[in-house]
């Protein structure tokens, strides 16, 4: 790596200090007339500590924009920055890098693998990273999520909630700087969705871990810091420390 390329990467945009960060992201699918714009010049901050919410319509873009800003996307233009780094402009390799250490994932599907113990399967980038587990955070990730019982037990022996809450300490227990969450609670009952939001929220709170999380659910969206509501391919709307009627009521006008 020369020394032009590491200032390159490293180059930091206004507000270095969020935790992660979109500048004039775009995203084109497609050529021609048959072009489709899913992201048109969206700007947004994430501090550290912080969770969000981003929420639209189907086909508003939300999704897009999680995938840009957590690399597993390239946008067409603009920058996505985690902790200061522009990562639009990474290849490949580097990229995976910064996935790995950097980054960490929660999807609705759980994405477990069926031969691991639930401890195994958490322990799991840490062990493709060849970095040792720190003790302490995956016992306060463990206790917290209430796994201490079902450590040794297999994805097949585990509720969906259970399953679920392996797979956000799997995101947790690298210490990422941003965990970027696709509908998390989409396939679970109120009362354990009830639960994993609220060690979400806590995770932010007590841990100091940034959350984005796409969902398409009002009370969900309601144990944010803030909502970011997104309409074809635009932030159109931000709500501050939202509740679900003002979240259903914003979505609502979007709507109108």
């Known amino acids: 790596m020369t020394a032009h390329s590491s200032a390159v990467d490293r180059q930091e945009p206004q507000g270095a200090t969020s935790a992660a960060a979109a500048r004039d992201l775009t995203k084109t699918y497609g050529t021609g007339d048959t072009a489709v714009a899913a992201l048109r010049g969206v700007t947004a901050d994430f501090g550290h500590g912080t969770f969000t919410a981003v929420m639209g319509p189907s086909g508003s ?18 920058q996505a920055y985690i902790g200061g780094q522009d990562i639009s402009t990474l290849d490949d390799r580097r990229l995976t890098r910064v996935r790995r250490d950097r980054i960490g994932f929660v999807f609705q599907s759980f994405n477990l693998l069926p031969t691991l113990t ?18 302490a955070r995956l016992a306060t990730v463990v206790d917290s999520l209430g796994l201490g019982d079902r450590l040794d037990h297999r994805p097949a022996e585990l509720s969906g909630g259970q399953q679920q809450r392996v797979a956000i300490a799997r995101a947790l227990v690298t210490g990422p700087e941003v965990v970027f969450a696709d509908e998390p609670t989409g396939a679970l009952d109120s009362h354990t969705a009830a639960t994993l939001l609220a060690f979400l929220r806590r995770s932010c709170r007590e841990l100091g871990q940034t959350i984005v999380m796409v969902t398409h659910d009002p009370i969900a969206a309601s144990y944010a810091d803030r909502a970011l509501l997104l309409s074809d391919g635009r932030i159109v709307d931000e709500l501050n420390d939202p509740t679900a009627d003002a979240v259903l009521g914003a979505i609502r006008r979007l709507a109108a």
């Open 118 to 135: 639930a401890v195994q399967n958490i322990l799991l980038p840490l062990d493709l990273a060849g970095r040792p587990a720190d003790p």
């Open 61 to 78: 873009g939300k999704s897009t924009f999680m995938h840009c800003l957590a690399g597993l996307d390239r946008p067409t233009s603009g």
